[in-house]
């Protein structure tokens, strides 16, 4: 495997239901991002982790939580989901986060909640 | 705020050549950066300028003018594969990256 991989590349959902998307980058990166494409909307930057360690959260609601238990993984874990929230989320890495780096993604997981 | 725009849509001819503008206003400026994303795929990096000036890389240029707030993408001699949606990004002073809403560019034979 090389790049960005993610894992589902599309989820259908009730909003009871708890899932988890999975991102895993195999660039020796650092940073690991998640975004929310909608469409015809600019890429939401949702969570930032560095060296492990979450330094960014843009006021996502709670029922969105990220885990990244190294610099190769990152989750986001989904519980409770609204209509709203369905869109293409994007797992990106970089060399380091406060640095001029070219973002690499994934290829995303279509999320639908119903 | 932040703003980036850019148009929502262009159509072009196969072997053409096509401008695609972006222009910006943000809390500093550590860069501007063009991704490409075909539809149901990963964005992918392009380009990335910093300084005024037009950047070449093969069929793909970017130019910059910082003091307008102001790029653009020129492809030349298009094909087919090059339909997609391009995104603008400006990389702002805490070096998060901020994003256009992409322009989708369709291309006809």
């Known amino acids: 495997e090389t790049g960005v991989t993610q894992t589902p590349r599309h989820l259908v959902m009730g909003m009871t239901n708890k899932k988890s998307l999975k991102c895993e980058q195999h660039l020796g990166h650092n940073a690991m991002y998640w975004y929310k494409q909608s469409a015809k909307k600019p890429l939401e930057l949702m969570f930032v982790?560095?060296?492990?360690?979450?330094?960014e959260n843009n006021s996502v609601p709670s029922r969105f939580s990220p885990e990244c238990p190294n610099s190769s993984h990152l989750f986001l874990h989904l519980h409770t989901l609204q209509p709203e929230d369905s869109a293409l989320y994007l797992c990106a890495s970089s060399q380091d986060q406060g640095a001029v780096d070219e973002q690499f993604f994934g290829p995303g997981t279509r999320l639908t909640v119903l | 705020g932040q703003n980036i725009d850019q148009p929502t849509e262009m159509t072009a001819t196969e072997g053409a050549i096509v401008q695609i503008n972006c222009t910006y206003q943000?809390?500093?400026?550590?860069?501007l950066f063009w991704y490409q994303q075909h539809a149901g795929e990963a964005p992918t990096f392009l380009s990335y300028?910093?300084l005024d000036g037009l950047e070449e890389k093969g069929r793909f240029s970017s130019f910059l003018s910082r003091s307008k707030g102001y790029s653009y993408l020129l492809l030349k001699e298009l094909q087919m594969k090059d339909s997609a949606s391009y995104l603008c990004?400006?990389?702002?002073?805490?070096?998060?990256?901020?994003w256009g809403a992409g322009t989708k560019l369709i291309i006809k034979p």
């Open positions: 943000t809390s500093g400026f550590n860069g």
């Open positions: 982790y560095n060296f492990k360690e979450q330094t």
């Open positions: 990004a400006v990389m702002d002073s805490n070096y998060q990256l901020i």
């Open positions: 300028n910093v």
